[in-house]
């Protein structure tokens, strides 16, 4: 199985590079973990709607040329939200019945644009509260870790 993260924007917090390294060598007992980044675009305050809308447009098109075949997953607010042995559940449901491949989509400060969102298989939600983006890759893959050790019968914090 591999799993990937496509996400807007470079990582600068030490802290959460250091908690992403931590959680990719332990990802790396259980799968291929590819991160990608993506260049965000400048996005000021005090933008109008469709400013957003354009620089979300520009950030999805840059997301879309490094999306391969896999199963998409989309991170938004109003998707589902599942409890971490339910999100076990989908990824092994994911690789049994869809694909070997699942792509995690994070989106940038403005979040996806409307066509990432329709051309993702799965709309998944962390929460009705809003999340740093960067702070999301960290929290994605603890989340994906623990769905391993719980898809593989291993102690897990509960």
């Avoid at 879309?64 to 409890?83: F, N, W």
């Avoid at 740093?132 to 593989?152: A, C, D, G, K, T």
């Amino acid at each position: 199985m591999k799993i990937s993260i496509i996400t807007v924007g470079k990582l600068k917090e030490k802290y959460l590079v250091e908690g992403i390294k931590e959680y990719t060598k332990r990802l790396s007992k259980y799968t291929k973990l590819e991160i990608i980044e993506v260049a965000d675009e400048h996005a000021p305050e005090n933008l109008s709607y469709k400013d957003k809308e354009k620089i979300k447009d520009i950030e999805g098109k840059k997301i879309l040329s490094r999306l391969k075949d896999s199963y998409v997953i989309a991170l938004v607010i109003d998707g589902m939200q599942l409890s971490s042995v339910e999100l076990a559940n989908k990824i092994e449901e994911i690789k049994t019945y869809h694909s070997s491949n699942i792509t995690f989509l994070i989106g940038g400060s403005l979040g996806l644009s409307d066509e990432m969102i329709k051309k993702s298989d799965y709309k998944l939600s962390f929460s009705k509260m809003t999340f740093p983006h960067q702070l999301m890759r960290l929290i994605v893959l603890e989340q994906i870790y623990r769905s391993f050790r719980i898809n593989n019968n291993e102690p897990y914090h509960k």
